[in-house]
């Protein structure tokens, strides 16, 4: 069922996709929860940090993108009770000119994920809309997009929120995108920042997650420590913030799963 499989994805990097992928996963598996990470970004900065010590892998997400490998045998334990990882390669960039000529491309991932048992599988995308984001888009039941509130955070965003809808009406009614967006890097001081981000997305204020991950330093230092937040500074501001998304998420969610 596509409803736990959730794209994390924006066009514009740096505004906290890699972070949010990790800490909603760490989160989610402190919670109860089963949680699969994909690294689908040639930077791999989820796999530096989720298994820094495991290089090199013996498959990646490429392998099962490009050589239809079975991803189960990519997926990787990490020190996290619950979480799992398939991790990714700078190699990964070369799938993208791999992928162009071959039929059915944007449906590779979805295909693989078949049988998956997994309360919940997170895909960390890359900041572009190529042939791998195009992938996960198709593959999940959920897209999440962080968007930072600074002046040009929102470049790009109505390029992805029109490709959602394109894929969305290629669905049918049991298949539908469920989107939703999330502030992150939120400083209450820069009024006027705020202000601006928000009227612009007064159009979507529906999507907007309750929950507002607020600047904090400890989630910078976590990623330079290769470490979640759960785990370098778990009474942070930062990890208080990814907590209470897992839980808001898991409501969101919870009705889809019983339906």
């Known amino acids: 069922m596509k409803n ?14 890699t972070t949010t992928s990790i800490n909603l996963g760490h989160g989610l598996a402190i ?44 997926v990787v334990r990490t020190s996290i009770d619950n979480l799992d990882l398939v991790p990714s390669h700078i190699h990964l960039d070369r799938a993208e000119h791999l992928l162009i ?19 919940f599988i997170l895909i960390d995308c890359r900041p572009t809309l190529g042939i791998l984001s195009i992938n996960a888009l198709y593959a999940c039941g959920i897209v999440l997009i962080p968007c930072e509130t600074a002046r ?40 006027i920042s ?11 204020k529906m999507l907007l997650f309750k929950t507002r991950v607020r600047q904090c330093e400890a989630l910078n230092q976590a990623h330079i420590a290769k470490e979640s937040i759960f785990i370098f500074k778990p009474n942070s501001h930062g990890a208080e913030d990814y907590m209470n998304l897992g839980k808001e998420f898991l409501e969101l969610c919870i009705p889809s799963e019983k339906n």
């Open 194 to 204: 705020n202000d601006w981000v928000l009227k612009q997305l007064e159009t979507h």
């Open 152 to 191: 040009f955070s929102l470049e790009g965003f109505s390029d992805l929120l029109n490709t959602v809808k394109v894929l969305k009406r290629g669905k049918d009614d049991s298949e539908q995108l469920l989107l939703r967006i999330l502030l992150c890097k939120f400083d209450p001081r820069k009024a």
């Open 101 to 119: 000529p071959e039929m059915f491309r944007e449906t590779r991932l979805s295909q693989a994920l078949t049988g998956m048992d997994y309360d």
């Open 4 to 17: 736990n499989v959730v794209a994390i994805i924006n066009q514009k990097g740096g505004v906290g996709k």
């Open 31 to 74: 919670l109860g929860k089963k949680v699969l990470l994909i690294d689908l970004d040639p930077q791999a900065h989820s796999t530096i940090v989720l298994a820094p010590n495991r290089l090199p892998f013996a498959l990646t997400i490429q392998d099962v993108l490009i050589d239809r490998r079975d991803i189960r045998h990519a």
